[in-house]
Nanobody, 124 residues
Framework: QVQLVESGGGLVQAGGSLRLSCVAS????????LGWFRQAPGKEREFVAAISWSGGLAYYVDSVKGRFTIARDNAKNTVYLQMNSLKPEDTAVYYC?????????????????WGQGTQVTVSS
């Protein structure tokens, strides 16, 4: 079982930046695809980005392409989400999750071991 802990959320003005981190423990980090999801109040959880076990492949939902960057450091058991040009509609609780490395990075299915989430609030 992998345990995931997110951090780095906060309040930022529109156009600003934040970097989220998610530290993993419990199993070999490089065995997993890592993904970021978000959930805004009253809305369903949305798949935002994912990265392959090696870090060589990344996937982004259209609404964040060109603004968000996912990266991982397997030596530090950490996955990051660099968020630039933030918009009020990016406001949500952001979660990281993982799935086994053989699974596709482009689909939201198969993810588990959810962290507790970190709140991102973008003011207009």
């Amino acid at each position: 079982q992998v345990q995931l802990v997110e951090s780095g959320g906060g309040l930022v003005q529109a156009g600003g930046s934040l970097r989220l981190s998610c530290v993993a423990s419990g199993r070999t980090f490089s065995n997993y695809v890592l993904g970021w999801f978000r959930q805004a109040p009253g809305k369903e959880r949305e798949f935002v980005a994912a990265i392959s076990w090696s870090g060589g492949l990344a996937y982004y939902v259209d609404s964040v392409k060109g603004r968000f960057t996912i990266a991982r450091d397997n030596a530090k058991n950490t996955v990051y989400l660099q968020m630039n040009s933030l918009k009020p509609e990016d406001t949500a609780v952001y979660y990281c999750a993982c799935k086994t490395r053989a699974q596709s990075i482009t689909t939201p299915t198969g993810f588990g071991s959810w962290g507790q989430g970190t709140q991102v609030t973008v003011s207009s």
